[in-house]
Structure formats: C-alpha cells, structure tokens
C-alpha cells in the first residue's frame, strides 16, 4: 500500500508540472507573438501569466505541508528542496514571458529595425533548453539535466550576436534607437530564460544525486562528462 507521504509527493510533482505547461505556454506565445507579428497572442500570455503567479503560491504552499506535516528522509528532503527552487524559476520564467510579450507589443506598434534572424534561433534555442530541463525532471534524468547546461553558451553567444547586429543596424538608422534598444531587451529577456532553465537543471542533479554544482564554472567538465557517458 502507497505512503500517504509518497500520494502527497506525487501530486506535488503533478503540480509542478502542471505549472511547467503553463510557462511553456507563456514562452511559446509570447515568442510567437513577435516572430508572427500576432498581437492576439499577447492577451494569452498575460492571462498564462496570472495562472503561474496562483500555481506559484499553491506549489509553495503544498511544500511547506510536507516540510511541516513528515519527516521527510534525505533523498525526499532533497526532491521538496529542489521543488522549491524550481518553483521560483518557474515563476520568474513567467515573468520573462510577459516581458517578451510587452517588448514584443512595442516593437510590433513601429517599423521594423532589421529582418529577424537570429532571434527566432535563439527563442528556438532557449525553448528546447526549457523542455528538456522540465523533461529532466519528470524523468528523473541526470543526463537530460546536464545537456541542458551544455546549451547555455549557445543561449549566450547568440544574446551577444544580436547586440552587435542591433547596434550595427543603429549606426545607419539612429532615429531607429527605440526600436533596437527593444529587440536588445527580448534578447535579454531569451537570455534570462535560459538561465531559468539552467537553474532547473542544476535543481534536478542535486536531487538526483545530492551534488550541488551550481557556480562550477566548468563548463568543459561537463561537456567531459557527458562524452565519457
């Protein structure tokens, strides 16, 4: 017979995921938004966004029932640890969302500065970062987990090529400065995306394997352990 301590842990996990599709969600319009130049979108993602905000506050609470009402062993303390903290990410992942979604609707209000290439790339680039950490975690996969913080440097790389463009663009067109100044603003807001996903990576080794590598600062050691597998 099921613990009534392993019911309530599945059904926080449950949650969390829940809370997941609706910032997948939250991403996908809000980048769809700019790429399709669809302003519809952007209501779908202020209404994605509420949602997150009260799954944030029930997730949280779910937690601190178990924190107060068992006595959690090690592995399972480990696992509500990193629910919370995923729970945070997720949160400020929705906020990002709706970021993107304001700049995006300023951007679409003007004429277009430059063509968009790479930041459909990047979004592209920072959504397969967010569902294979989610995916990391509903797997249980330390593997997936660590991929995701192999990606990270693309995420950066492609935030930086952007600014360059944008500033390049600027040179020529100065009266376009408000435009570029908010096509550098969803660059960063893709970049803290990623970060997000990052730290949900990170989230899901510890409570694998109780490392925390979180501020390694070695990247290679990484790319190293995922060739040796």
Not at 65 to 90: F, S
């Given at each position: ?56 506050k029930?997730?949280?609470n ?29 949160e ?42 989610i ?12 991929e ?63 490392e ?6 070695s ?11």
């Open positions: 017979m099921e613990r009534h301590f392993d019911v309530s842990l599945r059904e926080l996990k449950e949650q969390l995921v829940a809370m997941a599709g609706l910032v997948e969600r939250a991403i996908d319009d809000a980048t769809q938004a700019l790429q399709k130049r669809d302003l519809t979108k952007i209501a779908h993602v202020h209404e994605m966004e509420k949602k997150v905000n009260l799954a944030h029930a997730v949280d779910s937690c601190l029932k178990l924190l107060a009402l068992q006595q959690p062993l090690a592995a399972d303390l480990r696992l509500i640890v990193a629910i919370i903290k995923i729970n945070t990410d997720l400020r992942m929705g906020d990002q969302a709706e970021n993107i979604a304001y700049n995006s609707d300023r951007y679409l209000r003007g004429l277009p500065l430059k063509p968009l290439i790479d930041l459909p790339v990047m979004a592209e680039e920072v959504r397969v970062m967010v569902r294979a950490a995916d990391s975690f509903v797997k249980t996969d330390e593997g997936l987990a660590r995701v913080l192999s990606r990270d440097d693309k995420v950066d790389a492609l935030k930086n090529k952007i600014f360059r463009d944008v500033l390049e663009h600027l040179k020529d067109q100065p009266e376009m400065i408000e435009q570029g100044l908010t096509l550098i603003l969803i660059a960063r807001n893709l970049e803290r995306l990623g970060d997000h996903a990052t730290n949900i990576a990170e989230d899901v080794v510890f409570a694998i394997t109780g925390d590598i979180r501020h390694s600062g990247m290679q050691t990484i790319k190293k352990a995922l060739e040796s597998k």
